[in-house]
């Protein structure tokens, strides 16, 4: 099957945060990407709430309620009292969990699964209690031992950190390699049960040779680089280029 699409709304939630005005409109973008093939939507709400603000999570849990039901909600974050509590609020289909600083920019990095595992079983835990599946943020490094700890945590998937083979754009010549430790750890999460996800720096460009090594890939979330087609090309064109890019027929 061909990997689904979550749209990342980050992006244009921060390009709205500019401005105190309502636009542009994280609901009314988020509705053409799913009405445009997206599978879901995913927002990053970080303490700050520099682009995803808190109120932003019970609207799009109703557009999707009300208006794409087959269609989910992921939520990513660093699992913090507050963060817990926005899940409980928002009851996303998928929570993924990032190691990320609050300070962070955007994250760039994925979990040490062997320094937390105490931690991460906890947090997993907490969130299957709410009735929804956890992904875990991972370096896509080849670490077949750092995989079997995430299945022993408790999580339903793991999500490649491809921000070194998005970084590989103007020097394609690098991308070999890194693919290469991404295919590895995503065939040994498959091998044991897990799914994959991936995310981060993914373009039209770069995603048709991921899905080709990763053919079981099942997600891949996508914000800046959408959002950047997005004001070229409009964000329904766009959702269907990067739909295409994943291998669907749209």
Request: net charge negative; charged share 25%.
């Amino acid at each position: 099957m061909p990997a689904n699409l979550s749209v990342n709304l980050n992006a244009v939630a921060m390009l709205r945060n500019r401005r105190d005005l309502p636009w542009p409109s994280v609901e009314a973008l988020g509705r053409i990407a799913l009405k445009s093939g997206a599978s879901g939507l995913t927002v990053h709400p970080r303490p700050d709430q520099r682009h995803i603000r808190f109120s932003d999570l019970p609207v799009i849990r109703n557009l999707i309620d009300d208006e794409f039901p087959k269609t989910e909600f992921n939520i990513e974050g660093y699992p913090t009292e507050e963060f817990f509590e926005l899940c409980a609020g928002a009851v996303p289909e998928q929570v993924t969990l990032v190691p990320d600083d609050p300070a962070q920019a955007t994250s760039d990095h994925g979990w040490d699964f062997r320094k937390h595992q105490a931690f991460l079983t906890d947090a997993v835990a907490r969130l299957k209690t709410m009735g929804c599946r956890v992904s875990l943020f991972a370096d896509g490094d080849g670490d077949a031992q750092a995989v079997e700890i995430a299945k022993a945590v408790g999580a339903d998937r793991i999500e490649l950190y491809t921000g070194p083979y998005g970084g590989c754009f103007d020097a394609p010549e690098r991308a070999g390699p890194i693919l290469e430790a991404l295919g590895r750890t995503a065939d040994a999460a498959v091998a044991i049960g897990l799914a994959v996800n991936a995310g981060h720096d993914l373009t039209v460009e770069n995603l048709p040779a991921l899905v080709k090594r990763i053919p079981a890939l099942a997600e891949v979330s996508i914000g800046h680089g959408l959002t950047a087609d997005a004001l070229e090309y409009g964000m329904a064109e766009t959702v269907r280029r990067f739909c295409r890019a994943c291998g669907q027929t749209i």
